[in-house]
């Protein structure tokens, strides 16, 4: 089980669509259980991860995240509709270039355990 967490910015998404609100959440607690059940973004955004939703009534949206595996952590960035999100994203992902460079150089290592066999 993963811990889920949401930056500031990903807070204030949420707050932002208050009336689907809870629709939101209860597709993105899943990442708890599997965070591998987005998909990894590509180019200037390796490293991050989206999950792509269908909310009944206001359409698809997507939460776009880091899988910090040694901590076991899920850090949500950004929540929004699919419209124009790839740009939000890009603009965050810039103010977490560190971590996403930490995180894509960790997923490059090889584990380092070896059976004793």
């Given at each position: 089980?993963?811990?889920?967490?949401?930056?500031?910015?990903?807070?204030?998404?949420?707050?932002?669509?208050?009336?689907?609100?809870?629709?939101?959440?209860?597709?993105?607690?899943?990442l708890k259980k599997d965070p591998k059940i987005g998909h990894s973004l590509k180019q200037n955004l390796q490293g991050a991860w989206s999950l792509d939703f269908t909310i009944k009534g206001s359409g698809q949206y997507r939460a776009a995240y880091i899988i910090i595996e040694a901590d076991k952590v899920c850090l949500v960035f950004a929540i929004g509709p699919h419209e124009n999100f790839y740009d939000l994203v890009s603009r965050r992902a810039s103010q977490l270039k560190g971590l996403l460079k930490e995180v894509k150089e960790a997923n490059k290592k090889p584990s380092g355990k070896k059976s004793s066999s």
């Open positions: 089980m993963f811990d889920l967490r949401l930056t500031g910015p990903a807070r204030k998404d949420l707050d932002s669509i208050d009336e689907i609100r809870k629709a939101v959440v209860d597709e993105i607690i899943e």
